[in-house]
């Protein structure tokens, strides 16, 4: 028993704090250059997440899990030739989904590096979209054979593989200073950010309720069984003792009184069956005897030869019944 709270409790501790940490998603930058804009998410480490790339509104799609927006939800205009805007948004109370839209289908690759923990996201013009997908599973950047293409690609079209493979040094070897990004805030982004934040605060909040109230819970019920088996393993000890013999003697009167006011319960409504059933036969009886009197009384009048109306009236019997005892003697004469 002791083993098995004990394993409940550490199982409860892990999942309280896996979900109390997610990955924080902290600034932007932006570089933009003649052949590549280059985008990079700082992060406090890599998450698991997924890419792909939406051709009905031209956007490269990153969703990351257990992770939440170090801001309120972004939204970065670029306007350059190959990125339009970048927002990120909390949809989840651990899920942050980046969207970065297009002006048009161009060459992409999305890769993570461990240290310092950065998600980059390079586009490069092309006439095709190559759309590879990457998880934190493999924090390696993709290798350069990028020709995993969209099935719904023309085939003839030639795919521009001419990405550069990129390293923490060519990271830094970019302008220290990146270009700045206008932010477009909205109430709107206000009440998600609203959403996100808050919901995550309320989430944990509510899993150490939860976790107090088990704990609480399983102390109790412990301490429960501990009093039931101490009372039966030192019942006659504690007979002994004025104090607990007060205690158990109470319990059993309790428990007698119970009994004896179920039990009575049971004759009184034995009781008051018998008498209900009593009182049905003497009705039943009266009811029989008043009849048979009626029915002598009218054969009587009847022999005297006075009428059904006159014999209600004497002996104040309806007429309708006097008319049935007519006929009920009729018939036995016939008989």
């Known amino acids: 028993m002791k083993t098995a709270n004990i394993i409940f409790l550490a199982l409860l501790a892990f999942i309280l704090v896996q979900q109390a940490n997610p990955v924080e998603v902290g600034w932007t930058r932006c570089y933009s250059e003649s052949d590549k804009t280059r985008i990079v998410f700082c992060l406090d480490e890599i998450p698991q997440y997924k890419t792909y790339y939406n051709q009905e509104d031209n956007t490269i799609c990153i969703t990351m899990s257990d992770a939440r927006l170090g801001k309120p939800n972004k939204r970065f205009n670029v306007n350059n030739q190959f990125v339009s805007f970048i927002s990120l948004k909390q949809t989840d109370i651990d899920t942050v989904d980046i969207k970065i839209s297009l002006p048009k289908p161009a060459n992409y690759k999305v890769f993570d590096i461990k240290s310092p923990a950065l998600i980059i996201v390079d586009v490069t013009s092309a006439k095709n979209v190559l759309t590879t997908e990457t998880s934190a599973n493999s924090p390696k950047e993709p290798k350069a054979d990028l020709n995993t293409v969209n099935e719904n690609a023309d085939n003839s079209v030639k795919i521009d593989t001419s990405v550069k493979t990129d390293t923490a040094e060519n990271i830094k070897a970019l302008p220290a200073e990146p270009t700045e990004l206008s932010v477009m805030d909205f109430q709107w982004q206000a009440l998600e950010s609203l959403n996100g934040n808050v919901l995550a605060i309320l989430q944990y909040i509510f899993d150490l309720l939860i976790l107090s109230a088990v704990i609480y819970v399983i102390i109790k019920i412990r301490s429960i069984n501990k009093l039931a088996r101490y009372i ?90 006097v008319n049935l005892i007519l006929d009920l003697i009729r018939a036995r004469k016939d008989s």
């Open 232 to 321: 039966r393993r030192n019942r006659r000890r504690l007979k002994d003792n004025p104090i607990f013999a007060d205690m158990l003697n109470e319990i059993e009167k309790g428990y007698k009184q119970n009994s004896e006011k179920e039990t009575k319960k049971k004759t009184s409504a034995d009781k008051e069956k018998t008498s209900k059933e009593t009182m049905s036969e003497d009705k039943k009886d009266i009811n029989d005897e008043s009849s048979i009197k009626q029915y002598d009384k009218v054969q009587e009048l009847a022999k005297k030869g006075i009428d059904p109306i006159s014999i209600s009236q004497k002996s104040n019997i309806p007429v309708g019944e």
